[in-house]
């Protein structure tokens, strides 16, 4: 039986292999129907494709950018508040827990609020919220970044991605307006798939790397730089 903490380190990648990656799927499938629908009906080509595809997309999609922030702020709040936790911030310095547990709350508050924005200016204004919101909590001490390898970075990509998916849920109506626009959000969210095969590659591997806790005092006392333990 694992220990709690592996337990909590658990619940990011789980929520990830049985929700998100699914909603992925279903996604990118009504996407490319989509598509393939309008080519059709704009070539006067006879089409089996139910003209409902386009709505399923839409919803899905917004059930995907939802779930996309949600997981980030999962796997943001296991090392943040363990930091908090190991480093005796609430009596140290109390201010640093505080607002660690604001910005949950107000990134969260942004993103119901951009859901349920209509005018350009307010989509706008929350969705820029919600992503400065998880840049912020981003930040905080104890984030593994992988900064000096940022390349093969879980947490820069999926940050991206969380950001494309904000982006997506601001400029719905705007898809439906523009053949320009169409092309933009299909050509950006056409990268967040990339981004999002990147995260199953650079989360598998950091899963892998990590010690279970009962561990972490004999392995990190190995040099890792020369792949040595004595
Ligand atoms: C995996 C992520 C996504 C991919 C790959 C994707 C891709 C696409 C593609 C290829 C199209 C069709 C473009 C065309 O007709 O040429 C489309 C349409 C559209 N997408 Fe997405 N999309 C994604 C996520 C989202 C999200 C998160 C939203 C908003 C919440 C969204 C909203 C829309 C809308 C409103 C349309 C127009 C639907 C229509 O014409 O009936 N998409 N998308
Ligand atoms: C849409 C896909 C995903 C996104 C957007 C995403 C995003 C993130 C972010 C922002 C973090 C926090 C920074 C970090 O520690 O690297 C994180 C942590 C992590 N992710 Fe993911 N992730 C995704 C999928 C996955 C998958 C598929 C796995 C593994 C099967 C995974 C495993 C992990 C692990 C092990 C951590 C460290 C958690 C901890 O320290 O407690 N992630 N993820």
């Keep these: 039986m694992l220990d709690t903490p592996d337990l909590l380190r658990m619940l990011h990648p789980f929520m990830a292999v049985t929700v998100v990656m699914p909603l992925i799927g279903v996604a990118v499938y009504f996407a490319a129907q989509t598509r393939q629908r309008r080519l059709a009906v704009a070539s006067k080509t006879k089409t089996t494709i139910a003209p409902v595809v386009g709505r399923e997309h839409v919803r899905v999609g917004q059930w995907l950018a939802g779930a996309v922030v949600a997981l980030v702020l999962l796997g943001l709040a296991h090392p943040i508040f363990k930091t908090i936790g190991r480093e005796n911030v609430w009596a ?71 950001m494309l998916m904000i982006f ?63």
């Design 92 to 162: 140290e310095d109390p201010f640093r827990g505080v607002f660690a547990v604001a910005m949950y709350v107000f990134t969260i508050a942004s993103l119901v609020l951009l859901y349920r924005a209509s005018s350009q200016l307010w989509r706008g204004t929350f969705a820029t919220l919600t992503g400065m919101g998880l840049w912020l909590l981003g930040m905080q001490p104890g984030v593994f970044r992988r900064g000096y390898e940022w390349h093969l970075s879980h947490f820069y990509f999926g940050m991206v991605a969380a």
């Design 168 to 230: 997506a849920l601001a400029t719905l109506p705007e898809i439906y307006k523009s053949k320009r626009w169409r092309l933009i959000h299909a050509a950006l969210n056409t990268v967040a798939v990339l981004l999002f095969i990147s995260q199953g590659v650079t989360g598998v591997r950091d899963l892998l790397e990590i010690p279970l806790q009962w561990q972490e005092p004999f392995i990190y006392q190995c040099d890792f730089a020369n792949k040595t333990c004595s």
